[in-house]
């Protein structure tokens, strides 16, 4: 019993650690990966459950689909929203060096609607890109959340 509170602590502090020690950067929590036109295989490990409730917005799946304007791009938001005072209003599409290549601006709160899924189209992505990563922002606490990697598909 002991060690289970004693890891529930550490645990907790984590967390804490974490959620106080977020940025805007980037780089700021580990990509998950997911593949063109499917969900991740696995449900998420304790550490991408936390930062939801951290205060981070979370992305949880996303997908990618050429077309004859560019690519579309659905990805699939967590976020712990609780009004127009704290919600997701952003998320992005970035390449592997950090370089953002477009941006869906996210009008409202979702307090009612967890998780919820939007659509940026038309996106350009460069030749030779085989990856983008989708991060979430939270209005409050920036970008601090789990990303999810996409695989770019050959148009």
Not at 131 to 141: F, G, K, L, M, N
Request: aromatic share 4%; with cysteine.
């Amino acid at each position: 019993m002991r060690l289970r509170l004693a890891r529930a602590a550490a645990l907790a502090l984590g967390v804490l650690v974490a959620a106080c020690g977020a940025t805007d950067s980037p780089d700021a929590a580990a990509p998950t990966t997911g593949s063109p036109s499917s969900t991740m295989s696995a449900p998420p490990s304790s550490s991408e459950t936390t930062s939801s409730a951290a205060g981070c917005a979370d992305v949880i799946d996303a997908t990618i689909e050429p077309g004859s304007a560019g690519y579309t791009i659905s990805a699939t938001v967590q976020s712990a929203d609780t009004g127009w005072d704290k919600y997701a209003d952003l998320w992005e599409v970035r390449t592997a060096d950090g370089a953002v290549l477009g941006e869906r601006v996210l009008a409202h709160p979702h307090v009612d609607e967890q998780p919820f899924t939007r659509t940026l189209s038309n996106l350009s992505i460069p030749e030779g890109t085989d990856q983008v990563t989708i991060a979430a922002r939270d209005s409050v606490v920036g970008f601090c959340g789990a990303q999810y990697v996409v695989e770019v598909p050959s148009r």
